[in-house]
């Protein structure tokens, strides 16, 4: 079945830098685009970044733009969110995704935390 496990996370200071990965399971990983997305503490869960699986093209929101860099590894099967010159405002679990016809999977978050 289709699996995402998140790493990657932790506390870090305002201003510097985390990677988080993505390990996907139970697909083709290299046939799907994949995403990142995020909750904060009483938010709706966004989207911030995206990448293409055939023109490796990215996508991300306005307030990521320029900070983070989403990437992928079709022979790790691997996903990746490098965050640059965190926020406090970033502090939020962070959770890969992959839509796979009409059913979107999650994996099960990572926390990350910001502090000013």
Not at 12 to 17: D, F, I, K, P, Y
Not at 39 to 63: F, M, V
Not at 83 to 94: G, S
Request: charged residues 20%; proline residues 2%.
């Amino acid at each position: 079945q289709v699996q995402l496990v998140e790493s990657g996370g932790g506390l870090v200071q305002a201003g510097g830098s985390l990677r988080l990965s993505c390990a996907a399971s139970g697909f083709t990983f290299s046939m799907y685009s994949m995403s990142w997305y995020r909750q904060a503490p009483g938010k709706e869960r966004e989207l911030i970044a995206a990448i293409d699986h055939t023109s490796g093209i990215t996508n991300y929101i306005d307030s990521v733009k320029g900070r983070f860099t989403i990437s992928r590894d079709n022979a790790k099967n691997t996903e990746y969110l490098q965050m640059n010159r965190r926020k406090p405002e970033d502090t939020a679990v962070y959770f890969c995704n992959v839509r796979i016809n009409e059913n979107y999977y999650w994996g099960q978050g990572t926390q990350v935390t910001v502090s000013s």
